[in-house]
């Protein structure tokens, strides 16, 4: 946290005790702009990184939780660095998005400064850095969740593979209390691993089973930083980067005790993007990435040798099960993706033929929080998962109805019919 401070003050030329002492005696956020020259997205940000909520009301608890974590008793330096390293790169990865969003650049020389500062903090090995220093460090953190076993009603004989479930649009971070939905929607930290653990339970219970576990992660598994998800994350985001990592660890680890292998094909969303542009270099070096890699880095620590997570860089993933033919993705970069429309199915079986060479039988879907399958006219279904959040704040003050947060199971016989899609409420 010092070290942060210390970068804001050099980085923005903000007085931290100032913005402190301001904070602390409420004053507004327009006067806390002019008093310390600085826009409103800067203070907001700044505000972001101390995990300091601008609300007058919450401000005295956040303050005084900001000072214990400066008292060195208080402090624990491996998670103290590891919270340092995240928020320091989340600062420049802000910073230079900040930049380069900028109209009206033209200048050939800012551009190139701009798009070495990007290069400098976008690339994949800076995340893997953080990855392999702390990753035994957060396993050890996670084990410290009880992981239970559910029983199993599996028979055998049992085939090699056929079952898979499906991970999307948890949105980890996102706060919804009852009040302020209607009694609708309610989530936190805890109910998003309280709902993971259901989800884990029905897999196991599930009438149809294999040897081998398929698990789609398609994507939004965080809150994120780009569409207000600075601004609606609980506590802070860097402790939804926590939470991430250690509900999908437990999640996998839990599975990894009953099935013999478990295949993880994995996508990044809309959400886990540090820039609200899709069509950027690098696309994939997101904070899914990250959470995935951890996790994958948290499981060979462990020990868990039947695990294999398989992050796709293009975005999609084209997976055959049992001569069965799956095209997954997260489901924002096909703009007109409507699985009820036989031309728009048809337009994305034209896009894998030119992508992968082949043709699908089946799709998995997320993005638009809404559980649906569809028979089409290839062999299979389109499946568009739920979500794991269910009603939150936004889609109830954007007036959609209300859902209940669900995930999709379904089995792929060994002849290659796809007949049994279930989704699972998990509320």
């Known amino acids: 946290?010092?070290?942060?401070?210390?970068?804001?003050?050099?980085?923005?030329?903000?007085?931290?005790?100032?913005?402190?002492?301001?904070?602390?005696?409420?004053?507004?956020?327009?006067?806390?702009?002019?008093?310390?020259?600085?826009?409103?997205?800067?203070?907001?940000?700044?505000?972001?990184?101390?995990?300091?909520?601008?609300?007058?009301?919450?401000?005295?608890?956040d303050y005084h939780n900001l000072i214990s974590k400066l008292n060195p008793e208080s402090r624990n330096p491996k998670i103290e660095?590891?919270?340092?390293?995240?928020?320091?790169?989340?600062?420049?990865?802000?910073?230079?998005?900040?930049?380069?969003?900028?109209?009206?650049?033209?200048?050939?020389?800012?551009?190139?400064?701009?798009?070495?500062?990007?290069?400098?903090?976008?690339?994949v090995e800076h995340f893997e850095t953080i990855i392999e220093q702390n990753a035994e460090m957060l396993s050890k953190l996670a084990t410290n969740t009880p992981i239970n076993v559910f029983p199993s009603q599996r028979t055998d004989p049992i085939p090699y593979e056929g079952l898979c479930a499906v991970l999307a649009d948890l949105h980890i971070g996102d706060l919804t209390v009852a009040e302020e939905t209607g009694g609708t929607g309610n989530y936190s930290y805890q109910i998003a691993s309280n709902r993971l653990k259901t989800y884990a339970e029905c897999i196991l219970s599930y009438p149809y089973q294999s040897n081998t576990l398929t698990v789609f992660s398609l994507g939004d598994w965080i809150n994120g930083t780009i569409h207000g998800g600075l601004n609606t994350t609980e506590e802070s985001f860097v402790e939804s980067l926590y939470k991430c990592t250690q509900i999908l660890y437990d999640f996998l680890k839990t599975l990894s005790k009953v099935y013999s292998i478990i295949i993880v094909h994995a996508v990044g969303g809309n959400h886990g993007r540090v820039t609200e542009n899709p069509a950027i270099n690098k696309k994939y070096a997101d904070y899914e990435y990250l959470i995935h890699k951890t996790v994958e880095k948290m499981l060979e620590v462990a020990?868990?040798?039947?695990?294999?997570?398989?992050?796709?860089?293009?975005?999609?993933?084209?997976?055959?099960?049992?001569?069965?033919?799956?095209?997954?993705?997260?489901?924002?970069?096909?703009r007109s993706l409507n699985i009820t429309n036989p031309k728009s199915v048809a337009e994305l079986q034209a896009f894998c033929l030119t992508t992968f060479g082949d043709t699908f039988n089946s799709t998995v879907n997320g993005h638009f929080h809404n559980a649906l399958t569809v028979s089409n006219s290839y062999g299979g279904m389109c499946i568009q998962a739920g979500s794991g959040c269910g009603t939150n704040t936004f889609s109830f003050v954007s007036g959609f109805p209300p859902k209940r947060a669900s995930q999709p199971i379904f089995f792929i016989e060994e002849s290659g019919d796809l007949d049994t899609v279930s989704h699972i409420s998990i509320e």
Not at 34 to 45: D, G, I, M, P, Q
Not at 305 to 315: C, D, T
Request: one cysteine or more.
């Open 81 to 123: 660095a590891l919270e340092e390293e995240i928020n320091y790169t989340l600062l420049k990865l802000v910073s230079a998005e900040k930049l380069n969003g900028k109209l009206g650049i033209e200048n050939t020389i800012l551009k190139k400064k701009v798009k070495a500062i990007q290069n400098d903090v976008y690339t």
């Open 1 to 61: 946290m010092l070290k942060l401070m210390k970068s804001l003050e050099e980085d923005y030329k903000v007085n931290i005790e100032h913005f402190l002492t301001l904070y602390r005696e409420g004053e507004t956020i327009e006067k806390m702009t002019e008093k310390l020259n600085v826009s409103t997205a800067y203070l907001r940000l700044i505000s972001t990184l101390l995990h300091l909520r601008l609300k007058k009301k919450c401000r005295e608890l």
């Open 303 to 334: 020990n868990v040798a039947n695990v294999s997570i398989m992050y796709s860089k293009s975005g999609y993933i084209f997976e055959t099960i049992n001569e069965h033919k799956i095209l997954a993705h997260h489901g924002d970069m096909q």
